[in-house]
């Protein structure tokens, strides 16, 4: 950032409002001891601006005599570099001699005028035709991009997208109406739409309003999309409606109950063949009934036998009924 540069963009005068803006944010990037040289994207992000609408007022600032952009390629390696940009206030500045254009009507600018317009800058009228050894201009000067007088494939043309030439949206050719006419026409066939027809009763030479042109067709079309039902189940769906509603129905909206209903129908038989049979029961447990047999099945078998599993009332049944011995009740650990 340098105030000089900042101080000198502040008194321009003439502009319009985004132009300054560019003019100060490149003013802003300007280092006194390796000049100006930002990227176009970080220029037209810091303006919030398009690049195209950015190149506009670079070259309006670069008509005025306020700028001048010099191209710049890697020596090595011959990839575009950013682009240097020329402040008016820097010394040996030599504005560009602008050849008139009929579409933007810039034009060579009378060097008193720039020089008004580019106060504070060290513009030399005198200095037309002298060349600058710093930055080229003058008479015989080459080109300060160092780029070949003959095209070349290595430098392409400007990446840069031309504002007059961007694309547009175009208007829809056909209106919105008749295109969803011709979906809908493209989805319901005149046969399924005819037997459709049938099962209410309807009269395809007297149809009344409701049943007329694409919506419809439309409507049906949306119970196919939106409650699944294929079209062999919309007709006997409604040929099963007539049964409740003896005159034909006023459209197909008041169709959407018995759509679906249609619809739940089949989800919950999709539901119930998918659901898996119970499993058998496991058998109930028998309780026990005889508990002196039930301990003295433990006490002779060779099970662990918690110490204190056998109480002595349970001990002396055991051996009043003669189902085990006092040796075996010793030997398991019961007293």
Known sequence: MSHEATNWAIKQRGL??????????????FNPDYGCFPSQDRLAHDCEISRST?????GQLEAVGLLRRVPRLDPVTKRQL????????????TPVA???CPETGHGECP???????????????????????????????????????????ENAQSRVRISDTNPVREPLSKPVKEEEGARARAAISDQVFGELLDALGL??????????????????QRWCDELGLTEAEIVPAAEASRQEHPEPPDGPKALDRAMQRAAQHKAEDATRKRRKPKAAPAPATKPITDLPAFYADLVNSD??????????????????RGLVTAERLRERGVR
């Open 16 to 29: 319009k409002p985004t132009t300054k803006i560019v003019l100060w944010h490149l003013c802003d990037r």
């Open 54 to 58: 950015l190149n506009e007022h670079l």
């Open 82 to 93: 950013p682009t240097r940009y020329i402040l008016g206030f820097e010394p040996g500045f």
């Open 98 to 100: 602008v050849v008139p």
């Open 111 to 153: 060097h008193a005028e720039i020089a008004d317009m580019a106060e504070g800058s060290h513009v030399d009228v005198g200095s037309e035709g002298l060349p600058c050894p710093d930055f080229g201009h003058g008479i015989d000067a080459g080109a300060v991009s160092d780029f070949p007088a003959e095209p070349c494939p």
């Open 203 to 220: 009269d395809p030479d007297a149809l009344p309003g409701w049943w007329q042109g694409w919506p419809p067709r439309l409507h049906v």
């Open 303 to 320: 099970r662990y036998l918690p110490v204190s599993a056998i109480s002595n009332t349970m001990r002396d049944a055991m051996l009043a």
